[in-house]
């Protein structure tokens, strides 16, 4: 195993039990689109789609890690509006949604495709969806030569990602903080909730 499928089992491990982040009942409460399709990028495991599924929604979850598909597939099956996918943001097909949910997981989409990505994403929002994630920053301890490619951006480069969206929440991160794993590192990200408008 390498270093970091390692990291990642540790990862998940840790968060098995975390509960969903607060913001996914944001985000819902924002949603003015009539879709009850949401998108979880990322999902790892799952936390956060076990809220939406309770909410009524048809989840769509995707993470490009096996361990983080296997785990949920094994927590959701008999679920039957929860479909997952062993997928990259670049490959998956993003299906129109009410809600789209990236948390902590743009940081490792992939900088060259980045806009396309982007792009499908944005295209999947119904107007009056809403987006609520997380970008890495340029002075995050990881923007730069970490383990794994990453995308940082600034603070211009993400909110003009957001043209046709109302930010409803815009957050800077920076200082210095451990991870889930109790590591000491740099945090410099940006937390979005916006409500597609065009």
């Not at 396309?116 to 969806?129: H, K, N, Q, Y």
């Not at 997380?134 to 002075?139: A, E, V, Y």
Request: aromatic share 14%; with cysteine; hydrophobic share 35%.
């Amino acid at each position: 195993m390498d270093d970091n499928s390692q990291i990642l089992r540790e990862y998940y491990k840790k968060t098995l039990s975390h509960s969903h982040l607060k913001r996914t009942e944001f985000a819902i409460r924002l949603n003015e689109s009539f879709s009850k399709v949401a998108i979880d990028c990322g999902c790892g495991m799952g936390n956060d789609i076990e809220y939406l599924e309770r909410q009524n929604y048809h989840v769509f979850g995707f993470d490009i890690n096996p361990d983080s598909i296997s785990i949920c597939r094994s927590r959701f099956c008999s679920k039957p509006n929860v479909k997952l996918f062993e997928s990259s943001f670049e490959f998956f097909e993003y299906p129109k949604a009410g809600v789209v949910i990236a948390n902590s997981s743009l940081f490792f989409a992939d900088s060259g495709q980045f806009g396309a990505t982007w792009e499908r994403i944005d295209a999947s929002i119904e107007v009056g969806g809403v987006f609520a994630g997380d970008f890495m920053g340029t002075k995050d301890s990881w923007a730069y030569n970490y383990h794994r490619p990453t995308s940082p951006l600034s603070a211009k480069q993400v909110k003009e990602l957001f043209d046709n969206f109302e930010i409803v929440r815009f957050v800077e991160r920076d200082e210095k903080a451990e991870t889930s794993l109790g590591k000491l590192k740099h945090w410099h990200t940006y937390s979005v909730v916006a409500i597609k408008r065009k």
